[in-house]
């Protein structure tokens, strides 16, 4: 019963989250026919989330509050989340073109009976 519970409380949160978090909105155009073109540029987008991570770790230890490490988990997290996803684009970028080549390559090469 609690395990049932908490797994659909983390499928809702899951829908949640990808549909309203903009950085989750962006990833997935990204992941996108496409998109996919777009996936190692949008690397610069993580680096900029880890220098925001950075600042609040330098904010941090200047004697701001303490707050700031919620802020610091979620820039590191957005900053991940492109930086991962710029090499795995390639990867998928890869695998739509051979899948179209095949598709165009045996349209074109059918024998009639």
Known sequence: MLLNRLWNASIH???FLRRWM???????RLRTRTGLKW??????LGV???LIAATCTGL?????SKWL????????????KFLFFGPWSLVLLVRARVREMRVH?????????
């Open 13 to 15: 949160t899951r829908v």
């Open 22 to 28: 903009p950085t989750n909105i962006l990833l997935d």
């Open 39 to 44: 996936g190692v540029p949008a690397m610069l």
């Open 48 to 50: 900029v989330y880890l």
């Open 60 to 64: 941090i230890e200047q004697g701001w």
């Open 69 to 80: 490490h919620p802020m610091f988990f979620l820039a590191l997290w957005n900053g991940l």
């Open 105 to 113: 390559g045996s349209a074109g090469h059918t024998k009639p009976v």
